[in-house]
């Protein structure tokens, strides 16, 4: 079975970076897409960014282009999620999950099988 593990939080200024790397471990027995979300304290856990097996397809919530890229090492089986110019409300817990079933990347948690313990993110003023 899979096991999940993102590293990388912090605290940072506003305006700095930050960047979250996530590995898997284990055996999984498929291609898998990869995936980063976030919840915000009283929040939902909402969708930041994708990436397909193969690297070639990546995918973003709508307000965070521009600010965050997502890459991946096939080699180390990592993804890492590159976040720039960060705000306050960038503040949240950052979790990373695969989706071993992906025909396309998506956007919902319940799109996702294994998930992470998730690494905080704090963006002060």
């Known amino acids: 079975q899979g096991q999940v593990v993102e590293s990388g939080g912090g605290l940072v200024q506003a305006g700095g970076s930050l960047r979250l790397s996530c590995t898997i471990s284990g055996h999984i027995f498929s291609t898998y897409a990869m995936g980063w979300f976030r919840q915000a304290p009283g929040k939902e856990r909402e969708f930041v960014a994708a990436i397909g097996w193969y690297g070639g397809d990546t995918r973003f919530a709508d307000s965070l282009k521009g600010r965050f890229t997502i890459s991946k090492d096939s080699v180390k089986n990592a993804v890492y999620l590159q976040m720039n110019n960060l705000k306050p409300e960038d503040t949240a817990i950052y979790y990373c999950?695969?989706?071993?079933?992906?025909?396309?990347?998506?956007?919902?948690?319940?799109?996702?099988?294994?998930w992470g313990q998730g690494t905080q993110v704090t963006v002060s003023s």
């Open positions: 999950a695969i989706d071993t079933h992906w025909v396309d990347l998506g956007i919902s948690v319940g799109d996702y099988d294994y």
